[in-house]
């Protein structure tokens, strides 16, 4: 039975579905980048919200804005915005739901116009934004606005032709300034440390150039909550959708695997009203700082942590990772040793059980999260998840093994790019020819790997951080593999 909306009635019988009348709901959220974590984050928690009474205005109008996107509005229109959130619990057990919340879904390059005309909607209160890292197009080692971007110099020329989610959110808030209407919130929901702050930054550079007058507003106006977002969601395999036809009798085209797992952090700062999420578990408060530093330095450390090393090694997953106790214990002494000290204490947080909890759901065998989407675009993720801790306990004189240990296994990752076995490394990053050339020179000099200031900044010149990694270098480059020397350290 295919999924959509009139195969409800006949798919409720074996898998929960909504129970709301999708046909009445009102979209007050423009949602930006449709992918597999929104779907299994926020819209699951709308979609909870929408199963209870009085929450009919808060439905998610998606939107694609590349051609890259096209895939996901074909099966989303043929399904009718619905799709399966199939949640596997470490135990075996699965879940499957059919998630309704996203009832409306654009190609903006199809029709730029009705993405506009949609934002600058009264009925519009909040725009959110899944767009990864890339998407909010800032130099990596400067944190400024990349004017060089021929999208964006379009824009700039053309108002009117948006290409870039600048482009949208100004042409929109532009309209409902000249209609007199109140702004809409600007909500990130990506994996990016103060995601609201840099937001804000991104869209007011732009605006700046392209309206002065309309960035006045802007910033006087529009609210930018950070936001911290938790829930592993692997990229989804046939076999998923395999599973769906043979258990439940049921096609969808592009089903959604997640863990049991789900934490939404959000700064109460909103231009224009919100959904009420603290009834379903979101948490509110006024700083979410200390929550994504926990996060980031845990969870998203603690991946590449086994990542890197697991993709050297051979280990194809995650949770295969786990399972290996060398790798497990050294990405608990990781946790323990470098990252708690400098973490403090966090309101509302056990930390110790959050980093058992992590080992939980690292260890989960039925997410199966490759090595290769995990290190993937490795060179914008450790400058902001490993490289910190590193730079703080340089400064407070805290143990920095671990932490120098996976940046030497990073060099060899880059250089080698094969297994133990011999078999090749898919290496999934933007610089990954860069990071090539330089890597490939660490033979002839330990510390060229480093010499990528817009990566490392000056750890090159510490020379405490210095002496131990060219140490780790030779050994890695040795006869010692890097199974044996990770279960040295620890």
């Not at 990772?321 to 323990?336: G, L, P, S, T």
């Not at 297994?419 to 990053?429: N, Q």
Request: net charge negative; proline share 5%; with cysteine.
């Amino acid at each position: 039975m295919k999924l959509n909306q009139k195969n409800l009635v006949d798919i409720s019988n074996r898998i929960s579905c909504p129970t709301y009348e999708r046909t009445q709901l009102n979209t007050a959220i423009v949602h930006i980048g449709v992918g597999g974590f929104h779907r299994s984050h926020q819209a699951y928690y709308i979609h909870q919200l929408l199963q209870k009474k009085g929450s009919e205005n808060w439905a998610i109008y998606g939107v694609g804005l590349r051609e890259g996107d096209r895939n996901m509005y074909n099966t989303l229109k043929a399904q009718d915005g619905l799709y399966t959130l199939v949640t596997q619990h470490p135990n075996g057990n699965i879940e499957n739901e059919i998630i309704g919340s996203i009832t409306e879904y654009q190609l903006a390059v199809d029709d730029p116009q009705s993405v506009i005309d949609k934002m600058a909607s009264p009925n519009t209160k909040i725009v959110s934004l899944t767009i990864t890292e890339g998407g909010y197009n800032f130099n990596p080692s400067t944190g400024d606005f990349d004017f060089a971007n021929p999208d964006v110099q379009h824009e700039l020329k053309n108002p009117h032709d948006p290409r870039t989610v600048y482009g949208y959110l100004t042409a929109a808030l532009q309209k409902r300034r000249a209609n007199g209407l109140p702004p809409f919130t600007i909500m990130s929901c990506d994996n990016i440390q103060h995601n609201g702050d840099i937001a804000q930054k991104m869209v007011l550079a732009f605006t700046k150039k392209q309206d002065a007058e309309l960035a006045t507003w802007i910033e006087k106006e529009v609210s930018f909550p950070n936001s911290m977002v938790d829930r592993i969601t692997p990229v989804t395999t046939t076999e998923i959708i395999d599973y769906l036809i043979i258990e439940n009798d049921l096609q969808d085209k592009w089903p959604v695997v997640c863990e049991p797992f789900i934490q939404w952090v959000v700064e109460d700062n909103f231009s224009n009203g919100r959904p009420q999420l603290e009834d379903v578990g979101v948490q509110f408060v006024p700083d979410v700082t200390p929550y994504e530093k926990m996060k980031i330095r845990l969870l998203n450390a603690g991946h590449s942590v086994l990542g890197i090393t697991g993709a050297i090694h051979g280990h194809p997953t995650i949770d295969a990772c786990m399972q290996d106790e060398v790798f497990a214990k050294f990405m608990r002494a990781f946790m323990d040793k470098e990252v708690t000290p400098i973490l403090g204490s966090i309101e509302g947080i056990d930390i110790e059980e959050y980093k058992d909890n992590l080992e939980i759901r690292f260890g989960n065998p039925n997410i199966k999260d490759s090595v290769s989407r995990i290190c993937s675009e490795s060179s914008a993720k450790l400058p902001k998840f490993l490289i910190p801790t590193l730079k703080e306990n340089l400064e407070k004189g805290g143990s920095i093994t671990y932490a120098t240990f996976i940046l030497a296994a990073w060099c060899y990752y880059s250089d080698k790019r094969i297994d133990r076995d011999g078999r090749p490394i898919e290496i999934i990053d933007a610089m990954a020819d860069q990071l090539y050339r330089e890597a490939r020179k660490t033979k002839t000099n330990p510390m060229a790997f480093l010499k990528q200031e817009s990566l490392f900044g000056n750890l090159a010149k510490n020379d405490r951080f210095a002496k131990l990694y060219t140490q780790m270098i030779r050994k890695i480059y040795g006869d010692t593999s890097i199974r044996e020397y990770m279960q040295e350290i620890v």
